[in-house]
């Protein structure tokens, strides 16, 4: 049997939070390990996913984000800091991550969101800090650790080719931007999960995007067609008509 939908970002979003939850590592992570959920819209619906706390709006749980045409950051007043989970339970809110970095081991889990991905599954991540941010302070770590880092995104971000990207920007900074200069960062040997990992994880199907963008609201949406037995593909949708309620 066959079924199609189409997800928004902001549905995207929730799917993809619903699949990371979902993976043997994470599952592993929240009963045994610890887990940084470091800022990001995608991340704020995991907020919700491990620990039922309601974020209305998800841009408070990051810093920078691309709105109204360009890229910038978030209202600073508003800000909701990143949470740092431990064996499933969320530490004081006056612990920053960061205090964390030292004690990193394999097992642990580190969530980060990203800004660009291509076909062979390479991910990237916009940065306008100059020490790049929270994915500078912690991509040595995790390599120097081997600690999985989980890049929930989704197919709307998809560009041609990242390493080119990378390479591009990397010899020459932007002179001059609308919107906040910004590099970018390529995230080798992450797990990358999108809306089709995530269906894949949560369900008996194979999923495959199908199309992409809309208008009147859908700007930015991805089509799939997900393939499975009959019992399989009606979970699937159960669950893709639960979204779209929210």
């Known amino acids: 049997m066959r079924g199609q939908f189409t997800l928004t970002p902001a549905e995207s979003k929730a799917l993809i939070a619903k699949g990371v939850k979902a993976l043997p590592s994470v599952q592993t992570a929240l009963e045994k390990h610890t887990i940084i959920l470091a800022g990001g819209t995608t991340n704020a619906y995991l907020v919700e996913e491990f620990l039922g706390e309601v974020i209305e709006d998800k841009t408070r749980y990051t810093v920078g984000m691309i709105s109204e045409g360009k890229t910038g950051v978030s209202k600073e007043d508003n800000r909701i800091p990143p949470y740092t989970i431990s064996k499933g339970k969320a530490l004081e809110r006056d612990f920053h991550w960061k ?122 949406s991805i089509t799939i067609v997900i393939e499975g037995d009959h019992l399989e593909v009606q979970k699937a949708l159960s669950l893709i008509k639960a979204i779209k309620s929210e």
């Open 99 to 220: 205090e964390y970095l030292p004690n990193l081991e394999a097992g642990d889990v580190f969530i980060k969101g990203g800004n660009a991905l291509d076909h062979t599954g390479l991910a990237a991540i916009l940065v306008s800090n100059s020490m790049a941010g929270t994915i500078g302070a912690a991509l040595g770590p995790l390599y120097a650790r081997g600690v999985q880092l989980i890049v929930p995104i989704g197919l709307e971000k998809m560009i041609p080719d990242v390493r080119k990207a990378v390479e591009f920007l990397s010899v020459k900074p932007v002179n001059e931007g609308i919107g906040d200069k910004v590099g970018l960062v390529p995230l080798l040997g992450a797990t990358v999960v999108t809306e089709i990992t995530a269906l894949e994880t949560l369900f008996k199907v194979k999923a495959y995007c199908i199309g992409a963008g809309g208008v009147e609201g859908s700007e930015g």
